[in-house]
């Protein structure tokens, strides 16, 4: 487990830039390689896994639980808005966005940074009955526009939260442009074996913290060049979210694994691959990504982009995880 990081603490280890994420290098073989410190501007990568990954065993699917590919997922009412959290007051996040906006009137939100390792980036939303404004996204109608209420308490626990989560609702989107790239959605995957959603003991670890379900998605861009792994585990409580987060650590392949998909989709290593990776914990759900180059392979120096990737498609799961906190 990684120790508690104060609140006003700014870096563990190695500096960390105040808008860095991580970057996953892929995972070897059976190695579970240790990724070199990290320069104060860089963002932290975890080890590629060669090969046959350190994950858990899968049972008789290819992906442990429910896949599902685009043409599968449930279609949506496009003119529904999403909800946008604000994050103008996280201390080694939000600065260096720039795509945020803080709603009018929007409450401050408790929150603390963990830096684990060379600089690995994982925000808490300590939830203890906050309650706090969500800038709302999409449409161009004047009740689109305005804030909506979002309580954290109402998803710290699942007895007052127990719809289980469906990949249809989560990733309804079925493209996502990020600063002007087009990623499209290649398959989901849902499962309520958690432990074969992670590298190395990390599936021990969302186990013992009573994981319920792991929901993922990978999105491929247009040149098939880049992928990312977007996901979001459902813990039977807020404080089980928080131990799950607080132990992960990418470096040494105790992470979640990328969801790969068939070969020549670009996605094809994403179960192996090494790249940038962001994660969340939002009540008693952890949303995390894994932003990687196609061919699996860790990201020479730094990589803004595929930073920049992990962290927007934190966003993308995190806007429909909102919904389920209207007050």
């Known amino acids: 487990m990684v120790p508690p990081v104060a609140e006003d603490a700014t870096q563990v280890v190695p500096p960390v830039a105040e808008d860095a994420t991580q970057v996953v290098p892929p995972v070897a073989e059976d190695a579970t390689q240790v990724v070199p410190p990290v320069d104060a501007a860089a963002t932290r990568m975890m080890p ?16 442990g639980g429910l896949p599902m590919f685009r043409d599968e997922v449930p279609a949506r009412d496009t003119t529904a808005s999403t909800a946008e959290m604000d994050l103008s007051e996280y201390d080694a996040y939000a600065s260096g966005r720039g795509r945020r906006r803080a709603p009018s009137g929007a409450l401050p939100v408790s929150s603390r940074t963990l830096l684990v390792g060379a600089g690995f980036l994982a925000l808490l939303l300590v939830a203890g009955g906050t309650t706090f404004l969500l800038a709302s996204r999409g449409g161009s109608t004047a009740e689109n526009t305005e804030p909506a209420q979002y309580d954290v308490s109402l998803v710290a626990d699942e007895s007052t939260d127990p719809e289980p989560l469906k990949a249809g609702e989560l990733f309804a989107e079925e493209t996502v442009e990020v600063d002007g790239e087009t990623f499209t959605l290649l398959l989901t995957d ?11 003991d990390y599936g021990d670890v969302l186990t013992e913290h009573q994981c319920r379900q792991v929901v993922r998605a990978t999105y491929v861009n247009e040149e098939g060049t880049r992928a990312v792994t977007v996901g979001v585990v459902a813990m039977a409580d807020s404080e089980g979210a928080q131990a799950a987060a ?26 192996i691959a090494g790249g940038h990776v962001s994660s969340a914990v939002w009540g008693r759900y952890v949303v995390f990504s894994l932003a990687a180059n196609s061919d699996g392979r860790t990201p020479q120096g730094e990589n803004p982009e595929l930073a920049g990737l992990s962290e927007y498609f934190v966003d993308v799961a995190l806007a429909p995880l909102g919904e389920r906190a209207v007050s």
């Open 48 to 63: 590629p896994v060669d090969g046959s990954p350190s994950q858990a065993p899968r049972d008789d699917d290819m992906f």
């Open 190 to 200: 849902d499962t309520d074996k958690c432990a074969t959603t992670a590298h190395g």
């Open 246 to 271: 607080e132990a992960q650590d990418p470096a040494g392949t105790q992470w979640f694994a990328g969801l790969a998909g068939q070969e020549g989709s670009g996605a094809e290593r994403m179960d």
